[in-house]
């Protein structure tokens, strides 16, 4: 019989398994003691709520009574949600490099005891396809190893586990963590950050459109870092950028609604993955025109927003029509006609790290674009997530949904990319209650105060972040939030801690440019003067608010405040709004806090912007 414990979790993925025949365990340090109380070898299956591929094995594999029987008998089997536990997802991938190139979810990992990975894998079919093994047979050859060549399994899961831990010593050597007593790497120059663009331009797919050949993702942080780089003034940039935001917005990868498909199988654009991630959605929000950034913030409003503001993580690439359980037939139709369907699920999981990315998207687009509507939508999720995950100024929780709060420890990426996003709608507003938040989270974040999964901690394959090509970097998030509170309050110990986080990856981004595209992009800020601009207006719709948000151009911090904000401001410690209520309208434009004299006119702010 089952004993499948995953009816209680909180992520909505562990709780599709409940139901599994397979004894599912929580990822704990429990279902570690119980493998070495039987000398059995862990199954760790990994994979996340709207994952397709995660379904079919699920139905295919996990649902068969044959093989929950094998995996009861010889193996402790637990399920992990890679969106509430990205630390383990991240250690298990760096393992499962070691015996596949094509990783992804769900990934399927056999690992010792002592979490030592020593076989891994992907999707594997309940029959062997061409040259890939059935599930049963890589269960199979799993325990004649174990059983049969123990000592090479510990030895070669043991030299894997090394190989992890030399890495990520590495990796906070670099970065200035912990444990670093070695000369701290330089920031790359703005000349070799904009060569990067030599790169991009020899990489686009000049048919149709994007960088390589199938699948193809729209890559929000690449297309930010063209943002930057165009507005930096670098030629070319502009035109790649908008090349690929324009063959997105046409092709089948934007539905109807305006949401933002995962990828898209083929080369031209077409057939999509259909899934629809948050963090696809509000990364390109920061990057995309007036018309592509009002259709994505139409779906975040109309489809992933809670009742209380804050945005659940994802909707299914599946559904339920006429009994049958299919991929993409939903958004295959058109929109009146799926009015009288069920639409495909909600991965009701509210995260982080995930809305503060979707507060700065919405942030900026709502700047540019003039676009109160999407402010709204970043305060209605910031205040969300702040009256649930954040407690005495720090964040307490990655992970909440329907069932309750998540015991999973909040990371980086949550502390990052949720203090990026305050100060973005706290500059945008004038509201320093978030810029306040923001400032004690960044704290934390430059204080390293993360806790460490004890399993991963034991096992030593902690590896903390890991490079990606989807989602902004929690650690550019807090480098980037801690280089604009150092232009805000003029501390200077938070610019020289921005430029420490991002100096390596940033280094490693002038080579392969698509994983760190979003450290090249703060490096790019970092190399230029620092700029503050500051608009002090009662009227909102003052014109010197809307020229000064549209400027928005690496090295440049830009505050909308009323008088009263700015007093506010000043007497919270941000030195920059100091003395700046006397005058209304004025806008200050200052240089690394050395300001000229007030301009008092939009055609003033104009001719002060362009020196």
Known sequence: MSDNRLDSAVSPYLRQHADNPVDWREWGPEAFAEARERDVPVLVSIGYATCHWCHVMARESFSDPAVA??????????????????????????????????LGWPLTVFTTPD?????????????????VPSFRQVVGAVLDAWRDRRDEVDANSSAIATAIRQGAEADATASGGAG????????????AVRGV???????????????GGAPKFPSAPLLELLGDLAADGAEGAGGLLERTLAVIGRSELTDEDGGVFRYATRRDWSVPHYERMLYDNAGLLAVAGAEQARGIASFLRDTLRRPDGAFVA??????????????????????????????PPLDDQVLTGWNGLAVRGLAIAGARHDDDAMIALARGAADAVLDVHVRDGHVAVRSSSS????????????????????????????EVSYASVARGLVDDGLAGRFAVDPVLDAAGTATGEQPQTALRSGTV?????????????????????????????????????????????????????SREVVVVASDGAHPMRQTARAARLPGTVTATVTPAQAEAWAAAGFALFASRSGLDPAAYVCHDRVCALPARTADDLVGQLGR
């Open 115 to 131: 979490a030592h990975v020593f076989s891994a894998g992907t999707y594997f079919p309940p029959e062997p396809v061409q040259q």
């Open 403 to 430: 069932r309750g709060v998540s015991t999973a420890p909040p990371t980086v990426e949550d502390v990052g990319l949720l203090a990026e996003g305050l100060l973005e709608l706290a500059l945008v507003t004038g």
């Open 314 to 343: 994802a909707q299914d690439s599946e559904s339920t029509i006429d009994g049958r359980r299919v991929e993409g037939e939903w958004y295959r139709r058109p929109v009146a006609e799926r009015a009288t369907l069920d639409p």
């Open 197 to 211: 663009l030599d790169q991009l331009l020899q990489a686009e797919d000049t048919t149709y459109g994007g960088f």
């Open 477 to 529: 998030g807090l480098a980037s939030a801690a280089a604009t509170l150092a232009a805000l309050t003029g501390e200077h110990s938070y610019r020289a801690a921005a430029e420490r986080l991002v100096a390596d990856r940033a280094a490693s981004g002038t080579e392969r440019p698509l994983g760190y595209a979003d450290a090249l992009g703060l490096a790019l800020s970092l190399g230029r003067a």
């Open 69 to 102: 029987e094998l995996l009861r008998q010889d193996f402790v089997a637990v399920k992990v949600d890679r969106e509430e536990r990205p630390d383990v997802d991240a250690s298990m991938m760096a393992a499962a490099s070691a015996f596949t190139g094509q």
């Open 180 to 191: 670093s007593d070695g000369d701290e790497p330089g920031l790359p120059s703005v000349d």
